[in-house]
């Protein structure tokens, strides 16, 4: 007959005895930290809990206690906010390259589950980003504030003197 541990894991009473919400917490960081290290591979199940020393089992049952999702959703999720700071810190990166280099697969298939996970749409928002992108380079370009400022329509450029507020 299955029981339930403290940790939420169900099994035969007394296996694996020492998990604690704790202990899955851990077990939980170590498997991030393994995700950080192996994202751009496929990462089956069973690769991470062999590579973490512990059963798919536990592994499983310790992303329930201490996340509520499984071992691949976590996964998707960490691919899928690689994604989201690749597309910050790389905005001109062609779109397949940036799906492929976090691990991920099909476009289509990614691009839903972006807007899914982020309640915003890639288009704007990689748009967005390449704008940011380029205001970033202007600013490292022109460090003066004078050169944020743009001049009124009824003076051409360079005359008077650049204030804010003047008409």
Do not use: W, Y
């Not at 690689?82 to 280099?101: C, G, V």
């Amino acid at each position: 007959m299955a029981s339930v541990r403290a940790c939420g894991a169900s099994g035969p009473a007394g296996a694996d005895s020492g998990d604690t919400s704790s202990d899955c917490a851990l077990l939980v960081g170590e498997a991030q930290r393994f995700f950080a290290l192996h994202f751009r591979q496929p990462l089956p199940i069973e690769k991470l809990a062999r590579g973490l020393g512990v059963s798919e089992q536990r592994l499983t049952s310790c992303f329930d206690c201490a996340r509520g999702i499984t071992p691949g959703q976590a996964l998707l999720e960490f691919r899928l906010n690689r994604l989201f700071q690749t597309f910050r810190e790389h905005p001109s990166q062609r779109l397949r390259r940036s799906i492929q280099d976090c691990g991920l697969g099909q476009t289509a298939h990614i691009i839903q589950l972006f807007e899914d996970s982020f309640g915003i749409a890639l288009a704007p928002f990689l748009l967005t980003c390449r704008r940011a992108q380029a205001d970033q380079a202007f600013r490292r370009l022109h460090p003066q504030r004078r050169h944020l400022i743009l001049p009124s329509r009824a003076e051409p450029a360079g005359l008077g003197s650049p204030g804010i507020g003047r008409r």
